[in-house]
């Protein structure tokens, strides 16, 4: 999801294979609570603690114990008393349960589902070593959980020092202890890095930082970014993240070649810049190479590549270095980008539906098409 951390919550290429299948029954459908958007697929936590996915399943991740696509919510088997979902890039996904407990589904490349085990899981399996979760993150091929104690652990690839626990390792499936970490409140994970927001303000990253997340490349333990403080959430891209602070401005620093930082320009920054001309906001989900914030009225600002209209204010083939207004969303409680070349955008409406644009080849955006929108449509079978 990617992962996108919102105050003390954590949300986090593709096979053709475009096979339909039913939705969950009539009987069994609930209001969103939360969604999370993960590229070729997309997952949602409902009421009751049930979680239902779409998309893509090439490698089990819709986790209903199938490989079959659906363009249409499908209940993940086993989950019933979820608190926090996470999806990554096509390829997993992760619930947080009651108790503090944590199962994930889909391939299982470097440990990621916090399983020994080299191989796809159709329907969840439990993470290994991990109690008192508050929160979770699902990366690329990597996974954090923080705990009740604000610290935070970590599984699976760890190339690049994303696990932050001092070195690099080809992989870890059990859950090791990210360094200096011990008053975490928020996590953050993408494609081979990392971030906490911290008690006070600050944000801490670790793993690579090619882009500038923390300024310098490769960080094995978490360094602080300089230029934040004020923070109330903090989400990581695909090589740039971005940042609430105080009065609800939004800041982002990394690579920003196709107007991801959101200030007019196409130049990478190692240190934040102020996103320009957006109203106040109170969370952002920093994707692939588009970024979209969640305002205090409700409705939803995006910016950067636009060219799947990922964007939602219905135009495509565009990049647009500030934000632009998505169309129709006036009700928004959360919003999720896909940190995916194949980019989709999805928001939960205080109805308790959930909405979805941009990338629709596998499914995901779930409406029981393959058609890519470029303005917000309804997930069929989710809401009142």
Partial sequence: MPAVAVATLSLTGSRALHSLVPSADAAS?????????????TCALLSGGVVDCWGINSEGQLGNGTRVNSSRPVRV???????????????????????????????????VLGNPAHADFTTPVTVKGIRNAIAISVGF??????????????????????LGNGKTEVESPTPVAVRGIT?????????????????????KCWGSTGHGQAGVANNLKPVAVQGISGASAVSLGWGYAC???????????????????????????????????????????SGFESTCALLTSGSINCWGN????????????????????VTGIRTAKMVSTSSNILTTTCAVLSSGSADCWGNNGDGQIGNGTTRNSSTPVAVKGIGP
């Fill in 243 to 285: 940042a609430v602070i105080s009065g609800g401005v939004v800041k982002c620093w990394g690579n920003g070649m196709d107007g991801q930082l959101g200030n007019r320009s196409d130049a990478s920054s190692a240190t934040p810049v102020t996103v320009t001309g957006i109203g106040p906001a109170v969370a952002v989900s």
């Fill in 29 to 41: 459908v609930r209001s969103g609570i939360a969604i999370s958007s993960g590229g070729g697929d």
């Fill in 183 to 203: 008053s975490a409140t928020a996590i953050s994970t993408s494609q081979f890095s990392s971030c906490a927001l911290i008690s006070g303000g600050t944000i």
């Fill in 141 to 162: 091929w990597h996974t954090c959980a923080l705990l009740r104690s604000r610290t935070v652990k970590c599984w699976g690839a760890d190339n690049y020092g994303q």
């Fill in 306 to 325: 636009n060219f799947e209209g990922q964007l939602g204010n219905g135009t495509t083939g565009v990049i647009d270095f500030t934000p632009v207004a």
């Fill in 77 to 111: 088997k086993g989950i019933t008393t979820a608190r926090a979902i996470g999806t990554a890039s096509y390829v997993d996904s992760c619930a947080l349960l009651r108790g503090g407990t944590v199962k994930c589904w889909g391939a299982n490349a470097f440990g």
